[in-house]
């Protein structure tokens, strides 16, 4: 196996495990939202749109968005980084196996 082709294929597993936490994130925010809507949620303003935790005052005049809204987005983008997942391993195995023959 080239030297390469190692490292394409590493680069998709480890870009794959990035995908998975970022998803893995916002359901994890999705999840602190339930416990604690006060702080966690998905905030939107002017200068700032993030999933998180925010403490005391708002950030740049962010406001958080409705409960319905984060739910909705969440599943949308677990269910995206799931299948993009999903893909780049496929393509890092298929490597790695064109490469070991």
């Known amino acids: 196996m080239s030297a390469i082709a190692k490292l394409k294929a ?6 794959a495990a990035l995908v ?3 998803g893995a994130a916002v359901a994890a925010t999705a999840v602190g939202h339930a416990i ?3 702080h966690i ?3 939107s303003g002017p200068e700032a749109f993030f ?10 005049g962010a406001h958080q968005l409705p409960a319905s ?9 677990v269910g ?22």
């Open 80 to 101: 995206i980084c799931g299948f993009v997942v999903r893909e780049l391993l496929g393509f890092a195995r298929a490597g790695l196996a064109r490469q070991a023959r």
């Open 41 to 43: 949620g998905l905030w």
């Open 20 to 22: 998975a936490l970022a």
């Open 36 to 38: 604690d809507p006060e």
């Open 69 to 77: 809204t984060l739910y909705i987005v969440a599943v949308m983008v």
């Open 51 to 60: 999933f998180g935790i925010v403490r005391g005052a708002t950030v740049h």
């Open 10 to 15: 590493s680069a998709q597993l480890l870009a």
